[in-house]
């Protein structure tokens, strides 16, 4: 069966950065697209960032274009978010998503000095 697992979330201060891992099993990775989607706290749950199945093309949200990458290590069957320059605003759990609807459990991501 499809699983997702998060890991790398924590507390950061401003002007910081994390790298959140999201490993993949129970299906051809390489195969699919790759998206994280975050949600804060009263919010609705927002999509981050896509990675194609080959990593050559990728889309980011406007609130995180040119601070945050996505990629992916089809070898290891995992796929990355490098967060830089963080803000208190980027403070959400971090979710890993395959369509149609496979989910991680998330990872939390705490911005605050």
């Known amino acids: 069966q499809v699983q997702l697992v998060e890991s790398g979330g924590g507390l950061v201060q401003p002007g910081g950065s994390l790298r959140l891992s999201c490993a993949a099993s129970?299906?051809?990775?390489?195969?699919?697209?790759m998206n994280w989607y975050r949600q804060a706290p009263a919010k609705k749950r927002e999509l981050v960032a896509q990675i194609s199945g080959t990593g050559g093309s990728t889309n980011y949200a406007d609130s995180v274009k040119g601070r945050f990458i996505i990629s992916r290590d089809n070898a290891k069957n995992t796929v990355y978010l490098q967060m830089n320059t963080l803000k208190p605003g980027d403070t959400a759990v971090y979710y890993c998503?395959?369509?149609?609807?496979?989910w991680g459990q998330g990872t939390q991501v705490t911005v605050s000095s």
């Open positions: 129970g299906f051809t990775f390489s195969s699919y697209a």
């Open positions: 998503q395959r369509a149609p609807a496979y």
